[in-house]
């Protein structure tokens, strides 16, 4: 994730400089927000909990079942950040080729080696049912996981196309519309005029903040489109205010909390992003004890570095462990019985259940950090040798 620079430099607040998004392998390293990229990474494992159909105490929880919307998280994020990366650098039609390049060397090479994984278990899953008469409770290659979905995925457009057979790894859907939120960006820098630049944002996010209030069906992209340009207005906001940061710090995380306790969707898809907006700008200004401690902890920092994997890879943990748990563990001896809605849970036992929703995001961590090392940085470095020639 993080590529070697030819020039850094450190910012005044001692934190370590960006290098996500360099449009220029000889540009200087703009400042990184670890604060913020730690709750990246805490976001991302409340994602993971909210993904795994186990009967566990957690489960049932009303912010477990809410995290979803910290996927609302991660689009300001990524708004906020891109916004700062690219501050004044997008100016031609090279720049933005580089651009792109570089953002999808980011997010592509991991999501096409779990897409590739998810094929090639559907593919054995195949063989299995019908060579060996495996009884499955869904067969291979259909609902949400179609060979016509492969392409969509492969392309990065599921989230834009209304298919439902192009599920496959769910959470990449987000990626998808995030790609197409990053052409938007990049088109609307191209315009000359600043002024109509920031105009054409705020009409993208304010029709896209329509769509969600009034609209029957809510749509990725708009939900999406809202946060990511709602992440570059924040940006723009001064950061010299006077307030006292940890009060303030304090009080963003509990509002961002209780935001996920509301059940009125189209509220939430319009609230929680406001409120994460607020925590996000209060986590920027760096000045309570909990953004400082995350930005000087090793831990959370690296949390934040493999948060991308983390959210990528974590689907087909849970898809695996959830069907080992169904189909194998039944025939050496285990008692499975299932909830509403589809949930499992062995021998009755929630601590049981407990114990493998522990297991299970080490097994997340763990498979993230191998994939960060072995694909995501591998995959920015090869992408960004090809964005070298429009420099």
């Not at 477990?64 to 950040?81: D, H, M």
């Not at 457009?157 to 998808?176: C, D, H, R």
């Not at 994460?276 to 959370?300: E, P, W």
């Amino acid at each position: 994730m993080r590529e070697a620079m030819t020039e850094a430099v450190v910012s005044p607040h001692g934190e370590q400089p960006a290098d996500d998004f360099p449009l220029l392998q000889s540009e200087v390293k703009r400042e990184r927000f670890l604060a913020l990229d730690a709750l990246r990474g805490i976001a991302a494992l409340g994602v993971c909990l909210h993904h795994l159909q186990f009967v566990s105490h957690i489960r049932f929880w009303t912010l477990t079942q809410n995290a979803y919307l910290f996927v609302e998280l991660f689009f300001v994020l990524s708004g906020f950040v891109i916004a700062h990366a690219t501050s004044g650098k997008l100016r031609n039609h090279a720049d933005a080729k580089r651009f792109m390049i570089r953002r999808v060397g980011r997010v592509w090479p991991l999501h096409a080696v779990m897409l590739a994984a998810f094929v090639f278990v559907e593919a054995i899953l195949y063989v299995l049912v019908h060579k060996a008469n495996l009884v499955l409770p869904r067969q291979p290659f259909s609902e949400d996981r179609t060979l016509l979905g492969i392409p969509l995925n492969f392309f990065l457009i599921q989230g834009l196309v209304p298919y439902e057979g192009g599920g496959w790894n769910a959470p990449s859907w987000s990626i998808s519309v995030e790609m197409a939120a990053y052409v938007l960006f990049t088109l609307t820098a191209l315009i000359p005029n600043r002024l109509l630049s920031t105009g054409l944002r705020l009409a993208l996010m304010t029709t896209a903040l329509a769509a969600l209030l009034f609209a029957d069906a809510i749509l990725p992209i708009e939900r999406c489109v809202y946060c990511f340009f709602l992440g570059t207005f924040i940006w723009k906001l001064p950061r010299r205010g006077r307030f006292n940061g940890t009060i303030a710090e304090i009080i963003a995380i509990l509002a961002s909390i209780v935001s996920l306790l509301w059940t009125n969707q189209h509220l939430q898809f319009v609230v929680c992003p406001l409120i994460f907006s607020v925590t996000i700008y209060i986590f920027s200004c760096k000045k309570g004890y909990i953004s400082r401690y995350f930005a000087d902890s090793k831990s959370f920092i690296y949390l934040g570095d493999i948060s991308y994997s983390i959210y990528i890879v974590h689907f087909f943990v849970a898809f695996s462990l959830y069907n080992s748990v169904k189909v194998i563990l039944p025939k050496i001896g285990f008692r499975i019985t299932t909830a509403p809605p589809d949930l499992v849970l062995i021998n009755g036992s929630m601590i049981i259940m407990d114990v493998l929703t522990a297991m299970y995001l080490v097994m997340i961590v763990v498979l993230a950090s191998l994939t960060y090392r072995f694909v995501e940085k591998p995959g920015i470095r090869i992408f960004g040798k090809w964005a070298k020639k429009y420099s």
